[in-house]
């Protein structure tokens, strides 16, 4: 290849990463939209979509996150496929707001006949699948440089490529027995990915272990705030969909911000090694909060109890 055709290729390659974080966006914009119309528009809208408003409100920002550091890395490091995958996310993230809001919009709202509302309907019973795995697979499993841990374990990335498939086949025809397999095939995969990541560290150097540090820190920050608000879900709102409540409707999609912030730093290597600063001010304030929230409720409970009005019986 020519000199003259690389800073071509660049272009192309900056111009697309930055099309489709704008593809983002708008998808974001227009899906934000429609749910908000079908929301004030209908007071009867099924507990489940009515319960994930509070996600359903704050995905564009983890997803137009990720499709601005997807393209921001395409831009900076071309070379690095965690920048593509980054802007798959965002746009797939975004697709999947579009789908959900027009597919409320479509049923919940007043409006002419739309034709296409069974194939919105179709496509939002599976659309989750393709940046879930593009998020809790492929990212790992790449990170940072946009390459396995060593060419051995490309086949894992097969794999896993099947159980997605297999998941569409069981959510698009209703068949549990595909289902299930392809979830739990995702989750050996997303197991097996984090595992790379670890033996990656092992062998790394030292640039290259404060980039996956980074990481982790936001993986971890992410793992927390999905185990605690599982156990909210079942302790409090007694179902096991995660983002269906207000608590993990708001707290996943501001850990994948996180996320996707984490990896804008270490791959643009900017503040790259301020890491344990950060971590140590973050355990901090974590305990600040939990301090400061343990108060709280001991103060809410106990002033509630003295002001409650004594029972008449």
């Known amino acids: 290849m ?4 690389r800073p071509a290729s660049g272009r192309i390659r900056a111009w697309l990463g930055w099309t489709l974080a704008v593809a983002t966006i708008a998808l974001c914009g227009a899906g934000t939209n429609f749910g908000d119309v079908a929301a004030t528009a209908h007071a009867h809208l099924p507990p489940q979509l009515r319960a994930a408003q509070h996600y359903f409100g704050l995905t564009p920002i983890f997803a137009i996150s990720f499709a601005i550091v997807g393209a921001l890395i395409v831009w900076r490091r071309p070379r690095n496929r965690i920048g593509w995958v980054c ?3 965002g746009v797939l993230w975004g697709v ?3 789908v959900l ?3 409320s919009y479509a049923v919940y709202a007043p409006h002419p006949p739309i034709p296409a509302t069974h194939l919105v309907a179709w496509l939002a019973g599976w659309i989750w699948i393709l940046p879930v ?3 809790f697979f492929f990212l790992p499993f790449l990170f940072p440089d946009g390459a396995p841990v ?3 374990w490309w086949p894992l990335a097969w794999v896993a ?3 997605v498939a297999i998941s569409i086949a069981g959510a698009t025809t209703g068949i549990a027995a595909l289902s299930l397999p392809g979830q739990i095939i995702g989750l050996i995969c997303a197991v097996l990915a984090t595992c790379t990541l670890v033996i990656r560290y092992r062998r790394a150097r030292f640039e290259e272990r404060q980039q996956i540090k980074w990481f982790a820190g936001a993986a971890l920050l992410l793992a927390v705030l999905t185990v605690a608000a599982t156990v909210v879900s079942f302790l409090v709102y007694h179902n096991g969909y995660v983002v269906f409540n207000p608590v993990g409707g708001t707290a996943l999609p501001l850990g994948l911000a996180g996320l996707a912030a984490a990896i804008g730093i270490s791959v643009l290597r900017y503040h790259l090694y301020d890491i344990g600063v950060f971590l140590r001010r973050a355990l901090v304030y974590a305990v600040l909060v939990v301090l400061i929230g343990a108060v709280y409720l001991v103060l809410v ?3 509630g109890t003295r002001i409650a009005p004594p029972d008449d019986g």
Do not use: D, H, M
């Open 2 to 5: 020519t000199t003259a055709a």
């Open 133 to 135: 795995n593009l998020t």
């Open 161 to 163: 490529l099947g159980g």
């Open 96 to 98: 999947e707001e579009f």
């Open 301 to 303: 409970v106990s002033i």
């Open 101 to 103: 809001g027009f597919y």
């Open 150 to 152: 060593s060419p051995r």
């Open 87 to 89: 802007c798959g996310i």
